[in-house]
């Protein structure tokens, strides 16, 4: 872990339903769910997800469950984002890791708090320059972001040894595949809108990706364009 924050700036940490407490408790429970790597749950334990919503929905922050952000979005449910995160570190640390699909930034801080080099993509604007304020405040620099079509990837920055996706789409795009390290490990939900599976693709160095599935989920839908 590169402990680039192990506790929130004092202004950051809340109080009552958003305090260190009902954070405590947030970890208590991914435990419980079968979340293993106790460094994703200590992160997480940690970081305060709180600033990562609207103000009018601080009371849930910490509850189990996927909250809007606006835009039709969604901050994912935290057990997702922790299962997702551990699914990705499972076979090693990877140095540089592209997230497609921003939202909130929750998975981007989470990601940053874990791996050297994180960048991630995000379509809507105005969602980036929230997320962007929220990276500051926190003062994370080992992040950075871009406002296009996360179905193009980060070319100028690939190869990247870890991939998360955290919208959903029919297959992976082509384009990302090409950005994924021949090691490198995909993790991202495929499928319907009504029947989406988490899927995780590990190359092993000579050009072949195994194909696993983690599970079922519920994502909101990879889009193409820029908004
Ligand atoms: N990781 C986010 C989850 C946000 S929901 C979090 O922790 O809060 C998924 C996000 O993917 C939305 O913000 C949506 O706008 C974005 N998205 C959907 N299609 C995209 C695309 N083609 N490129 C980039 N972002 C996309």
Redesign the pocket.
Known sequence: MNGVYPLPPAQLRGAGLTSQRARDQLAAVLRESGIADPHVIDVMRNLPRHH?IDQALHARAYENTALP?G?G????QPWV?ARMTEALLEFGMPQRVL??????????AVLAALVPEVF?????EE?LRQ?RRRFRQLGLVNLRSRH????LGWPDQAPFDGIIM??AGDTVPSRILDQLSPAGVLVAPVGSPSRQTLIRMRGDGHGDFALEELGAVS?????????
């Open positions: 990562f952000i835009h979005q969604t901050i994912s984002v997230e497609i699909g921003t939202g909130s930034g929750y998975q981007a991630t993509v995000e379509r809507i969602l997320a296009d079509d996360g179905k955290t919208a994502f909101v839908p990879l889009l193409g364009g820029i908004g």
